[in-house]
C-alpha cells in the first residue's frame, strides 16, 4: 500500500487511527479491514448499504475467492458478468479491461449500450479542474477510475473510492495500463475513512444524484470533515428541471425514487444544501439531454449519438453567456469548504 495513503487512512466508523496487520488493517478499537490486492476494504458491515455490490465486496474480501478478477463484486447483471468472464479468457494483452468493457452504461451513460464489449480504447473524459503540481484529489464513486485518470493526467495525486471491489480492481488495471497509479479503497462515501483535512479537492460524478438525500447530506458532512479549509468539491448532480430529467421523473409518476434511482434535486435545493454543509456554493452547466454527455465521448459514438454530444457541448457553451443553466439536465455543483 502507498505510504501516503496508509499515513491518511482511519476507521470509517471512529476516525481513530490504523495498524497494518499482514493482510489487514485494525483500528486502536478493535475493528478490522480486509487488504486485497494492496487496496484497503473499509466498507461497514453493520450498516444498511446505498447499492447491492458493496455485500457483495464485503463477502468477496472476507472469503477471497481464487478469481482474482473479483467478477462477483462488480456492480453489473449476471449476464454481463458471465460476458466479462469469457472476455477474461479471450482478451488479448493491451486490449481495454474486460470489466470496464461491461459496467459503461452504468458509469458513462446509456448512450454507451451499443458499445458493450466492443471498446477499442479507454473513454477517459477532460475534467473540468486545473491543473495540479500534485494536490490532494478524492474522486467518490471512482468505480473503474475514469475520472481518476483524467485528475492523474492534470497532476493531481489522486485517491478513488468506490464501494464495488470488482470495478476497483478494474481501476487499478486501467490506471496502469495508462501509465498513472491512484490509490484506490473500497468504501461507503458516507463513511470517508481519511483523516480530516486530507484533500485539496472533493470530486464526484454520477454518484450522489443516485443518494437519497438524506444519505447525501452525510456525504456532505464528510466531504467538509476531509477537505483542506479552503478545499473545493466538485459534485455532477442530476436537475430536475432539465427537460430530460423531467421527462423521466413523468414517466415514473413523479413517485419517490427507490434503491439506486436518480434522484432529482432543483438548483436552489442543491444551492441551499451544499451551500450550508460545505459552504459558498455555484452552479454550472455539465450537459443536456440526459446525464453523463461528455464531449470526449465523440470519438468512441455511433454517429447517430454524436449528434446528441456536440448538441449538450454547444448548449453548455452558450450557457456560460445566457441564463439557460436552470434547464440543464446535469449541473456540477461547486462548493468552497468555508
Known amino acids: 500500500m502507498d505510504p501516503w495513503l496508509e499515513q491518511h487512512l482511519v476507521c470509517p466508523r471512529d476516525q481513530s487511527g490504523l495498524r497494518a496487520e499482514r493482510d489487514r488493517l485494525v483500528c486502536v478499537n478493535g475493528h478490522k479491514y480486509p487488504i486485497v490486492q494492496d487496496v ?11 447499492i447491492g455490490v458493496a455485500s457483495d465486496s464485503l ?12 467478477v462477483d463484486a ?12 469469457k472476455l477474461i479468457l479471450s482478451s488479448e494483452p493491451g486490449a481495454v479491461d474486460p470489466v470496464v468493457q461491461f459496467v459503461l452504461a452504468a458509469t458513462n451513460g446509456i448512450l454507451y449500450k451499443p458499445l458493450l464489449g466492443k471498446l477499442k480504447e479507454y473513454p477517459i473524459p477532460e475534467i473540468r479542474l486545473p491543473a495540479s ?23 493531481y495525486r489522486v485517491t478513488g473510492i468506490d ?35 486530507t484533500f485539496a479537492r472533493v470530486f464526484s460524478y454520477s454518484v450522489l444524484q443516485h443518494l437519497s438525500k438524506e444519505d447525501v447530506i452525510l456525504v456532505l458532512k464528510h466531504i467538509t470533515r476531509v ?7 466538485l459534485i455532477q448532480m442530476a436537475n430536475a428541471l432539465g427537460i430530460r430529467s423531467l ?51 465523440v470519438q468512441v459514438m455511433p454517429p ?6 456536440r448538441a449538450s457541448e454547444s448548449l453548455r457553451a452558450l450557457s456560460k453567456w445566457t441564463p439557460i443553466v436552470w434547464a440543464a439536465d446535469s449541473l456540477y455543483v461547486s462548493s468552497r469548504r468555508k
Not at 134 to 155: H, M, Q, S, V, Y
Not at 227 to 233: A, D, N, T
Open 133 to 155: 503540481d500534485g494536490e490532494p484529489l478524492l474522486d467518490i464513486g471512482c468505480n473503474w477510475g475514469r475520472w481518476c485518470i483524467a485528475a492523474a493526467r492534470k497532476g
Open 247 to 297: 421527462q423521466h421523473q413523468v414517466s415514473r409518476g413523479f413517485r419517490p425514487a427507490k434503491n439506486f434511482e436518480v434522484r432529482y434535486w432543483t438548483p436552489g435545493e442543491l444551492r441551499r444544501q451544499f451551500g450550508r454543509h460545505i459552504g459558498k456554493t455555484r452552479l454550472s452547466v455539465d450537459g443536456y439531454f440526459g446525464l453523463g454527455i461528455q464531449v470526449s465521448d
Open 40 to 50: 484497503p476494504v473499509m466498507l461497514l458491515d453493520d450498516v444498511a448499504q446505498t
Open 74 to 85: 462488480v456492480g453489473c447483471s449476471a449476464v454481463e458478468k458471465d460476458e466479462i468472464r
Open 304 to 309: 447517430t449519438y454524436r449528434t446528441i454530444v
Open 59 to 70: 463477502r468477496a474480501a472476507t472469503e477471497k475467492p481464487d478469481d482474482k478478477w473479483f
Open 227 to 233: 477537505l483542506h479549509p479552503g478545499g473545493q468539491s
Open 163 to 197: 464501494p464495488s471491489l470488482g470495478s476497483v480492481l478494474a481501476a487499478k488495471r486501467a490506471s496502469s495500463a495508462l501509465g498513472v497509479r491512484p490509490n484506490f479503497v473500497v468504501g461507503d462515501a458516507r463513511y470517508l475513512p481519511f483523516k480530516a483535512d
